[in-house]
Nanobody, 127 residues
Framework: QVQLVESGGGSVQSGGSLTLSCAVT????????MAWFRQAPGKEREGVAA???????TYADSVKGRFTVSRDTAKNTVYLQMNSLKPEDTAVYYC?????????????????????WGQGTQVTVSS
């Protein structure tokens, strides 16, 4: 059974940086299409960034140039480096994995198509 465990959330001021981690257990992360989603209070869950098994990445327009998704196969972990954070980035961030996806339009993808989810980690950006 694949399990995803996020960590690294916290509170930062506008313009600050955070790095989220998603540790994968029960399988090899490189086999999966991995993505980061976020959900702000009262809003729908939205895709932020994704990394495919071949290492290709995609980003939502709202975070392009500020966020970087990466994978460390030795640690079986996926990361989301977030720079130049804005108050509107405040949300619970979730890691997701799917064994069949090859690519998605991360900004508009339906979250329900992903097989596995982490429990989420809170990111709060103050102005």
């Amino acid at each position: 059974q694949v399990q995803l465990v996020e960590s690294g959330g916290g509170s930062v001021q506008s313009g600050g940086s955070l790095t989220l981690s998603c540790a994968v257990t029960g399988s090899t992360s490189s086999r999966y299409f991995m993505a980061w989603f976020r959900q702000a209070p009262g809003k729908e869950r939205e895709g932020v960034a994704a990394i495919a098994a071949d290492g290709s990445t995609t980003y939502a327009d709202s975070v392009k140039g500020r966020f970087t998704v990466s994978r460390d196969t030795a640690k079986n972990t996926v990361y989301l480096q977030m720079n130049s954070l804005k108050p509107e980035d405040t949300a619970v961030y979730y890691c997701a994995a799917d064994s069949t996806l090859l690519s998605v339009v991360i900004g508009t993808v339906d979250p329900s198509i992903f097989e596995f989810w982490g429990q989420g980690t809170q990111v709060t950006v103050s102005s």
